[in-house]
């Protein structure tokens, strides 16, 4: 190997072995990752591991063998929550009705700033405000 000329003694544990093709090293991974992690392991680090993928599609893949080295990962947990699932598809409540009613323009002025952008408007600004005026509706 090139990259270990300089290189007296080495210790380390094998990790994984690879077919080496003229320059290249060609890892598999089957071999490298997947036969390596699946022994014990739940459906929830699989889950995980497939970025947090829904269980019944992992189950899919269970049962018709799509992943290979991929166990039969028998305990499936029912009822089983992923927190990092359900942070991820959390949502605002949204806000309370309101009743008020204004009787004259300007009286009551409802705004919204968002920014800042990524992607600067023609005019080089990051942020954008929209104001309503309660009694006309005029922006
Ligand atoms: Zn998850």
């Not at 090139?2 to 210790?11: A, D, G, P, Q």
């Not at 705004?111 to 309660?134: A, E, I, N, W």
Request: aromatic fraction near 10%.
């Amino acid at each position: 190997m090139k990259f270990l000329i300089n290189i007296v003694s080495l210790t380390a544990d094998v990790v994984h072995t690879c077919k080496r093709v003229k320059d290249l090293f060609v890892l598999s991974s089957t071999m490298s990752y997947v036969d390596k992690m699946r022994t014990n392991d739940g459906a929830s680090i699989w889950h995980a591991r497939l970025r947090h993928l829904r269980i019944d599609k992992l189950k899919v893949k269970v049962l018709k063998f799509l992943v290979n080295g991929l166990p039969k990962l028998s305990t499936f947990g029912k009822g089983e929550v992923c927190e990092r699932c359900q942070y991820g598809k959390a949502h605002r409540l949204p806000f309370d009705k309101s009743f008020s009613k204004c009787k004259a323009p300007l009286e009551l002025i409802q705004s919204d700033l968002m920014g800042p952008c990524v992607t600067p408007s023609h005019s080089g600004f990051r942020y954008m405000s929209l104001s309503v005026d309660d009694f006309t509706t005029y922006t």
